[in-house]
Nanobody, 115 residues
């Protein structure tokens, strides 16, 4: 079992920045990748960024150059630094942990980009 708790969402103006955090606990040895997904109202959940246990990263085209995923193994935490935010980045952001047996999800944190 893996538990994930996200934080750091909020309301920000266009062009602003936010940093999301995802603290994991439980059977951490089984995790081979962690990612951030988002879901806007009326839309499907989509991948934002992923980081593997080896440190490789991958991003959705829509966030490349603006978002950065990173991790602090000592703190069991994965971050998503979001810069140059746009209104279309508004969504609930979910942390995701991938293990051989399946996937775990956090409860989500709301990000709203609006003036």
């Amino acid at each position: 079992q893996v538990q994930l708790v996200e934080s750091g969402g909020g309301l920000v103006q266009p062009g602003g920045s936010l940093r999301l955090s995802c603290v994991s606990s439980g059977s951490l040895f089984s995790i081979y990748a962690m990612g951030w997904y988002r879901q806007a109202p009326g839309k499907q959940r989509e991948l934002v960024a992923v980081i593997t246990s080896g440190g490789s990263t991958n991003y959705a085209d829509s966030v490349k150059g603006r978002f950065t995923i990173s991790r602090d193994n000592a703190k069991n935490t994965v971050y998503l630094q979001m810069n140059s935010l746009k209104p279309e980045d508004t969504a609930v952001y979910y942390c995701n942990a991938r293990v051989v047996a399946g996937v775990y999800w956090g409860q989500g944190t709301q990000v709203t980009v609006s003036s």
